[in-house]
């Protein structure tokens, strides 16, 4: 079991910026693929961005691709998404995910292959 803990949201406007960071726990020296999800208010969750475990690849949806960026520590077993030039329409909230991947070289974009996912965290642009 991995327990995923979210942090960072908040109220920024437009244009601003904000840091995500996510940490897992309970599986120490484990390869875990993880990637951010966000959901807004009436519509389904969507892919953000994920990345692999060790080989460094990374994948953005077409949405935030150039302004959000995904970075982790291996040691801290954390996920960070640097967002950047935030719009209203990134208003959500954002949640991590991760799952096993003993390649470590995964990243996964489809949520049905997450296992483990954080509680979210609220992330507000206003205009």
């Known amino acids: 079991q991995v327990q995923m803990v979210e942090s960072g949201g908040g109220l920024v406007q437009a244009g601003g910026s904000l840091r995500l960071s996510c940490s897992a726990s309970?599986?120490?020296?484990?390869?875990?693929?993880m990637g951010w999800f966000r959901q807004a208010p009436g519509k389904e969750r969507e892919f953000v961005a994920a990345?692999?475990?060790?080989?460094?690849?990374?994948d953005y949806s077409a949405s935030v691709k150039g302004r959000f960026f995904i970075s982790k520590d291996n040691d801290k077993n954390t996920v960070y998404l640097q967002m950047n030039s935030l719009k209203p329409e990134d208003t959500a909230t954002y949640y991590c995910?991760?799952?096993?991947?003993?390649?470590?070289?995964?990243?996964?974009?489809?949520?049905?292959?997450?296992?483990?996912w954080g509680q979210g965290t609220q992330v507000t642009v206003s205009s």
């Open positions: 309970g599986r120490p020296y484990s390869s875990l693929a």
């Open positions: 995910a991760s799952h096993l991947d003993p390649s470590g070289r995964l990243v996964t974009t489809n949520s049905y292959e997450y296992e483990w």
């Open positions: 990345t692999s475990w060790s080989s460094g690849d990374t």
